[in-house]
């Protein structure tokens, strides 16, 4: 099943959300931008910038802080295939497409009832 992320109804792109992790109560995948992305890709690179790519672990907590309260500020919405509006409790577009090169970008959907993921899940 395809996913749409939107934001005020502007769909941002798109995912299968083929991983499901019960425990974390998360579903990820591949993310594929749309034409939108481009107005809110600013926010997802404050994660990238502030968590590089092959450091050591070590990251820049204050743009961390960041980083959380742009990505709660856009409001970004989950939707199936159906219209169906999906309930989460946040949703981080991982864009290391600088470092990298490529346009591999992921996405994680923290659920609000992960519960009820086995109606949506592909």
Do not use: N
């Amino acid at each position: 099943m395809l996913y749409t992320l939107r934001i005020q109804g502007v769909e941002i792109g798109t995912s299968d959300l083929a991983q499901f992790d019960s425990h974390l109560g998360v579903a990820y995948g591949g993310f594929l931008p749309g034409a939108a992305y481009e107005l809110v890709q600013d926010v997802f690179r404050l994660f990238s910038e502030a968590a590089p790519m092959g450091s050591d672990g070590t990251r820049d907590e204050e743009m961390i802080d960041r980083y959380l309260r742009a990505r709660d500020a856009l409001g970004l919405e989950l939707v199936d295939q159906r219209g169906t509006l999906i309930s989460t409790t946040a949703i981080d577009i991982s864009d290391y497409s600088r470092e990298t090169g490529t346009e591999a970008y992921e996405v994680m959907v923290y659920l609000k009832e992960p519960e009820c993921w086995v109606t949506h899940a592909p």
